[in-house]
């Protein structure tokens, strides 16, 4: 054989295992980037998207260009559905939940400018923690790693056949890790809630000088002992980053929500017996002061979801929640009636409140008289805190 003949048929051999890879990425589609038909039994289930989806979530939202987005961390991540007609105005709307599992704040703001600049959004919610909301550092980086994974990669990567072939082999024992828009499964229908809130819980009260010592009693304690009912915005705490995000919505007339996250009754309970409380609350007042500066005529709001009733109390122990997968992690169910509040033109809802400089005093005070009324309404409460904190027995 000529070293010709051989440089063409080596060319020859390289370019089919190229258009055979190609071809079996494509119809097998891992990840919901090709729009490839599904088969049960082949690649209905998408087992492998949690994997690779800091690389693939970017390459999706570039290409379906939705009007609405979900940005957060994995809370926001499983808790809201895309498709919910608040969200989608009715379905007038296309919407992808772009949040990420393990985003902090500096990411997600990397995420709204990416979206910013990659589709023509008009409506987003982004989930917060209340406290510090700096600047980002550099997006360079990460907008750097979006740009490498590109389509191409889709096609042609042998990582990428490596998730094609795990995705048809694991079709008889697995089930997609996320819906087709983005919302993560997590540990939806998994058995084992009560040992998450267990370790949840028990993380939490370990994790600080405040908690270690603090100790479950048997009758709950007065709220205006441990969280007094006067608040005031925080001082000090860095916003800079909240501003940007604020200014840009703006800029690009974007409906925003700003969302304090809920917790469970179980983990709003120790948090207050911890100490937590009250600044969360001073840090939410200065949240909303920069909110009313920034946006002074309206599209931006914010709103908290801290409170104590049926959603956020349902019962754990001995039990099959609903609502929750453990104390942070919310499940669609909540999300939806949290996205019919926001949109729906209220300043109060079931679920949650609008949040401003004028109400946020006020909105404090019901959180605590909401207590009140939840613990006697549920005169077992702390024997359920106490049962899935093995520290408090």
């Not at 599904?38 to 209905?44: H, L, Q, S, T, V």
């Not at 056949?161 to 697995?174: F, K, M, P």
Request: with cysteine; aromatic share 10%; glycine share 8%.
């Amino acid at each position: 054989m000529t070293p010709r003949r051989y440089t063409r048929g080596l060319l020859l051999a390289l370019a089919l295992v190229l258009a055979a890879t190609a071809a079996f990425n494509a119809l097998v589609d891992p990840f919901w980037y090709f729009g490839a038909p599904e088969y049960p039994g082949f690649n209905a289930a998408k087992p492998r998207f949690a994997r690779l989806e800091r690389a693939v979530k970017p390459q999706l939202l570039a290409r379906e260009r939705p009007q609405a987005i979900i940005l957060g961390s994995s809370l926001a991540e499983i808790g809201f559905d895309a498709t919910h007609p608040a969200l989608t105005a009715g379905g007038r709307l296309t919407a992808y939940n772009y949040a990420f599992a393990g985003a902090g704040w500096e990411l997600v703001q990397c995420q709204f400018a990416q979206a910013l600049a990659a589709t023509s959004v008009q409506r987003a919610v982004i989930g917060i923690h209340p406290g510090a909301l700096p600047a980002a550092r550099d997006c360079a980086a990460w907008r750097a790693e979006v740009a490498d994974f590109s389509p191409v990669k889709l096609l042609f990567s042998l990582q990428v056949l490596g998730h094609s072939l795990r995705t048809v082999l694991e079709q008889g024992n697995a089930r997609s890790s996320h819906t087709r828009e983005g919302r993560y499964l997590y540990a939806r229908g998994v058995a084992g809630v009560e040992a998450r809130f267990r370790e949840f819980l028990e993380r939490r009260a370990r994790a600080d000088p405040r908690c270690t010592a603090a100790r479950v009693p048997r009758v709950p304690p007065p709220a205006r002992v441990l969280a007094p009912g006067a608040i005031a915005p925080a001082r000090g705490l860095d916003l800079a980053g909240l501003r940007e995000v604020i200014r840009a919505a703006r800029a690009r007339e974007v409906e925003l929500r700003l969302v304090a996250y809920p917790q469970h009754a179980l983990f709003l309970e120790l948090d207050l017996l911890c100490g937590y409380t009250a600044s969360r609350w001073a840090a939410l007042a200065a949240i909303a002061a920069v909110v009313a500066e920034e946006a002074p005529r309206g599209g931006v709001e914010l709103w908290d979801f801290y409170a104590y009733n049926d959603t956020t109390g349902e019962p754990v122990a001995g039990a099959d929640p609903v609502n929750w997968q453990d104390p942070e992690h919310f499940n669609h169910e909540v999300g939806a009636a949290m996205l019919a509040e926001m949109f729906s033109g209220g300043a109060a809802g079931r679920l949650g409140r609008r949040i401003d400089p004028g109400s946020v005093a006020g909105a404090y005070q019901a959180f605590l008289e909401g207590r009140e009324r939840f613990l006697a309404a549920r005169p077992r409460f702390y024997d359920e805190l106490r049962a899935v904190l093995p520290s408090a027995r």
